[in-house]
């Protein structure tokens, strides 16, 4: 069985302190496919984009064998744009615009050769329309899910639907609190996952991230980059990666998912090493089995 993943597909303008970019490959789902594509093939991808998307772009989706037979492309329709500034400190971003062109009426229908799928990764999408997506898959051995904000203040109601369904909610350490109204996170951990997800991974950005299941904790570090050029996407990159080693291994104790956890935040550490979705294109097994190691090496004491 393949991983399937659905989300958000669209171009990014990206302003950091350092340099700009635009029209540059984003979306929730072509990160974590990319990144879930190292270990895990072939990945199932839904979205949509409009019919500006560049016929390059699909061909180095497809070289990662990434399988596109669930993407949307609206005839005369304009792909999602998002636009930022990241302030020097880099954990600080201004959203400049976001045009939601076809992604508006995004509506997940996924084909029936994918339903099912034993693994499922929603992006940060609608938490009705993650839910929708949930309610036409079948023998699920695995559901993540992400979400943001936005969500948590303007729907809650189907958010909390959505965690009573999943398995593991990956969000950072801001969402984490207001999700559960608590400011620590140790308290906050418990409550959402009283929510129903069995496993809690918060991210902390430059300071890690931290697991919870099983009445354990791990925390995993952050790699000490010296330089990080875009920050967009990096959370998206850990899912995949975390989400792509657990589908490769089919091991979901929890010893294999601190595991997965280090492998998401390598992943992570690729993806903000250059604009857009280049650190994620041009990978070698070597390369991320050799961040992995050094990742063990800065958890190990």
Not at 159 to 167: E, G, I, Q, T
Not at 219 to 236: C, H, N, Q, R, V
């Given at each position: ?13 990206v ?54 037979d ?14 930022c ?63 943001m ?66 009445d ?9 980059l010296e ?23 089919q ?36 390369e991320?089995?050799?961040r ?10």
């Amino acid at each position: 069985m393949s991983l399937l993943v659905v989300g958000s597909v669209g171009y990014d303008d990206v302003e950091t302190p350092f340099d700009k970019i635009e029209k540059a490959l984003g979306g929730s789902a072509t990160y974590i496919s990319l990144a879930a594509s190292y270990f895990s093939a072939p990945i199932n991808m839904v979205g949509v984009v409009g019919e500006d998307f560049k016929d390059t772009d699909i061909k180095m989706l497809e070289a990662h064998n990434i399988n596109l037979d669930g993407l949307e492309i609206v005839k005369g329709g304009k792909t999602f744009r998002y636009g930022c500034k990241y302030q020097y400190d880099l954990n600080v971003r201004d959203t400049l615009f976001t045009h939601l062109n076809v992604f508006e009426n995004f509506d997940p229908v996924i084909p029936d050769k994918w339903k099912n799928n034993s693994f499922l990764l929603l992006g940060n999408i609608l938490p009705s329309l993650q839910l929708k997506v949930i309610e036409q898959m079948k023998g699920l051995r695995l559901m993540v899910c992400d979400t943001m904000n936005l969500w948590i203040n303007t729907m809650l109601d189907d958010l909390l639907v959505v965690l009573s369904k999943v398995d593991m909610l990956i969000i950072n350490d801001s969402e984490a609190r207001l999700l559960a109204n608590e400011p620590n996170l140790i308290k906050a951990a418990k409550i959402i996952r009283e929510f129903g997800p069995k496993y809690l991974i918060i991210k902390k950005g430059e300071h890690g991230a931290l697991l919870f299941g099983e009445d354990s904790i791990f925390s995993a570090p952050a790699y000490p980059l010296e330089s990080i050029f875009d920050p967009t996407g990096a959370g998206d990159a850990f899912a995949g990666g975390f989400a792509g080693y657990l589908h490769k291994t089919q091991d979901l104790s929890f010893d294999n998912i601190k595991k997965a956890v280090i492998y998401g935040s390598a992943m992570a550490s690729f993806s903000v090493g250059k604009f857009s979705t280049k650190g994620l294109e041009n990978l070698s097994n070597l390369e991320i089995h050799d961040r992995y190691i050094e990742f063990r090496e800065l958890s190990s004491f």
